[in-house]
C-alpha cells in the first residue's frame, strides 16, 4: 500500500486536534488562526511546496470517477502485458495502416483489440496489429502518449473520439478493469482520498472475451474489493451504472441499468448518462419519460447525471434536474442559465467540478471557471478527476487548480472536503464514520502547519507529482 509518510503526533497534540474539530478557527502556537495561518502559507510557499502540502491534504472522497478514463496508460500497458493480472490474455494494438477497408476502428492508431477479436479479421487487417509486448521502446512511448490529452492540440476530439475508440477492448475486460481499479485506490490512498465512486457501464462487459452478466460483472468487482490489498488501502469504494446517452438503444439501457442499481443499490448507487453532450442526440429530455417510468416501479435509487458539460448557454442543467439528479457533473453553463441557479443555491443538490478537465477539453479557461462562484454562492461543489489517467493528473491538480486559480480560502477547502463526503451516495453510518475520520485528519493537518516551522513538517511528505502538474504548474505553460 501506498501512503505518504507524515508527522507522528503525540498523544497531547492528538488530543488538542480532536477538540479542534469542528472549530474554524482553531489557533497556533503564535496566536494566529490556521485560516490566517494558511493565507500566509500560500503567500510564502514556493509551487512545490504548496503542491506537497495539498498533497498531504485530507480530501474526502471523489464523486466523479470514470473507471475506464482512471487508468494512467503506464497502468494499462502494464496490466495488459501481464497475463497473471489480466487473466492469461494477450492483447494487440494497430501499429500500422494498410487501407484494408474492412478492418474495425478504420484509420485509427494504437486501437486495441484481444487476440481473439484479431483472430477473426482478414489477413490484411491482422498485419496492421501487433502484440503490446513486441512494441519497441519508441513505438511504446507513442502508444502511452495516444491514451492521454498531452500534446498541443489535442482536446474534446481526440479524447472523445480516439481515446475512448482505441481502449475499447481494455475498458471492456473484467479482470482489467478489477486491477485499474485496485491501482487507482493505491493511488488514492497515498493522496489521502478516502472515498470513490467509481462510474462504469455495467452491459457489455466481458471476461476473457466471454460476455458477461451485469451481475458477474458486479460480482468480480466485489471481489477484488474484499482482497486483502485492497481492503488495505482504507478507500471505500461505491459505483455508478453509466449509459451512453446517444445510444440508439439509451432509453433500453437506462431501464436495464436501472433495475441493475435498484437490484445492488447497497454499492451501486446511480445510473448516470455520459457522453459529449453535444450530440444532440443525448439531450437530457429525450430521457425524461424513462426516468419517471423507473421511479414509477423502483424507490431508492439516488442519482448523479452529467449536465452543462458544454460551451453554449442551454438548459441542460435544469432538465437534467428534472430527470431526478440530486448531483450535476460538470455544470459548466449553469452560469448561463440564472433561474436555475438561484435553484441550486437553495436545494439538495451538489454540483460535480472537475478543473483539469474542463481545462484540458477547453470548456472554460482555468482562471475564469464557474466554480468559483457556484462556490461562493453557495451552491455545494466537489472536486473530482473526472478521466484523471487521460489527462495524467491527480486529486491534488484539482485542489491545486482551486487554490492557485481562486485564492481558496482554509475555510472553503473544508468545506469542499466535507461536501464530497455529506452528498456522497452513501449508507449514514457510512458516512458519519467517514465524516468523523475526516474532521480527525483536518484537525490533525491544522496542527501540523500551525506553527512559523511548517516547512519542517513538509519534509516528510513525497508527493507523486502528475504529468499534468509538472505540465502546468511546474513550467511556463498555461
Known sequence: MLRVARPVLSSRVAGFALAAVACFGLHSVDGQTFSERFEAIKNEATREELYALLWDLPKGGDLHNHLGGAGAPATWFDIATDAERNGGQVFYTRTRIENCGSCPAELTLFHMLRSDQVSGLSECCRREY?????????????????????????????????????????????????????????????????????????????????????????????????????????????????????????????????????????????????????NDKGYPLRFLDTFRRMRQRFHGVSLAIHGGEVDEPNRHVRETLLLGARRIGHAINLIDDPDTLLLMRNGPFLIETSLVSNHLLDYADPTLHPFVEYLRLGIPVALSTDDRGMWDSNMTDEYMRAVVDFNLSWREIKTITRDSLKHAFMDEETRSRLLDDLNRELAAFEVSYAGDDWRRSLQSVHPQVSGYAERHFFSNAP
Not at 512511448?141 to 481502449?167: C, T, Y
Not at 478516502?194 to 462510474?199: D, H, I, K, N, T
Open 130 to 278: 501487433r502484440s503490446l509486448d513486441e512494441l519497441s521502446e519508441s513505438e511504446q512511448a507513442r502508444w502511452l502518449s495516444s491514451f492521454m490529452i498531452d500534446q498541443p492540440g489535442e482536446g474534446r476530439d481526440e479524447f472523445f473520439e480516439k481515446i475512448w475508440l482505441r481502449n475499447g477492448a481494455l475498458t471492456s475486460e473484467a479482470g482489467v478493469l478489477e486491477e485499474v481499479m485496485f491501482n487507482n485506490m493505491k493511488r488514492f490512498a497515498a493522496e489521502r482520498v478516502r472515498y470513490v465512486e467509481w462510474q462504469s457501464g455495467v452491459l457489455g462487459k466481458t471476461h476473457r472475451g466471454r460476455p458477461l452478466s451485469p451481475n458477474e460483472f458486479a460480482d468480480r468487482l466485489r471481489a477484488r474489493l474484499a482482497r486483502d490489498d485492497a481492503v488495505a488501502t482504507g478507500v471505500e469504494v461505491r459505483f455508478q451504472a453509466n449509459v451512453l446517452r446517444f445510444h440508439p438503444r439509451a432509453e433500453e439501457m437506462v431501464e436495464q441499468s436501472y433495475a441493475f442499481v435498484f437490484e445492488n443499490r447497497s454499492d451501486w448507487v446511480s445510473v448516470n448518462l455520459v457522453g459529449r453532450e453535444d
